[in-house]
């Protein structure tokens, strides 16, 4: 069970962290170019959450190259109670996150009609930034569940 895709130190981790910070970084950028995104609650969590997560996942990536460089193992249960704990924390509040943001990115499209009835709101960005968080969610949640099915089988 140690040797599963996706463990810290390899290049399949190292593949992992980097999806979830691109899509994070992304997920930043689409939201921070849409203007007036700070009135909404919701996005400006997301914003939060995602920086939370592009810098644990920056902060694990670079760990990962690290130990791929040195050929380190990084499979030790002090390391591997951290990355489960900071894997399950971070996947939660992007979830949580994405799912306010999508709530809101639905209701503002089909139950106010904010975007028929206001062209200035970039309900397009919202939307990008909304699915970019979902598939950091997706990683970072894959993530979680390989390092904790690591840490069980040691």
Request: proline share 3%; charged share 10%; net charge positive.
């Amino acid at each position: 069970m140690t040797k599963m895709p996706g463990r810290p130190g390899t290049s399949g981790g190292l593949v992992l962290r980097a999806g979830q910070f691109v899509f994070a970084a992304a997920c930043i950028c689409a939201m921070a170019s849409a203007p007036g995104f700070t009135s909404y609650t919701a996005f400006c969590y997301l914003i939060a959450s995602m920086g939370l997560q592009a810098l644990w996942s920056l902060g694990l990536a670079c760990l990962d190259c690290y130990a791929l460089i040195l050929k380190r193992d990084l499979q030790q249960a002090f390391f591997m109670s951290l990355f489960v704990v900071g894997d399950w924390v971070a996947a939660i509040l992007s979830f949580a996150a994405a799912c306010s943001a999508g709530g809101v990115v639905v209701l503002f499209k089909r139950d106010v009609y904010f975007c028929r009835r206001d062209p200035q709101l970039p309900c397009g960005n919202f939307e990008v930034a909304t699915a970019f968080a979902f598939l950091s969610c997706a990683c970072s949640a894959a993530s979680a569940l390989i390092m904790f099915w690591i840490l069980a089988s040691l």
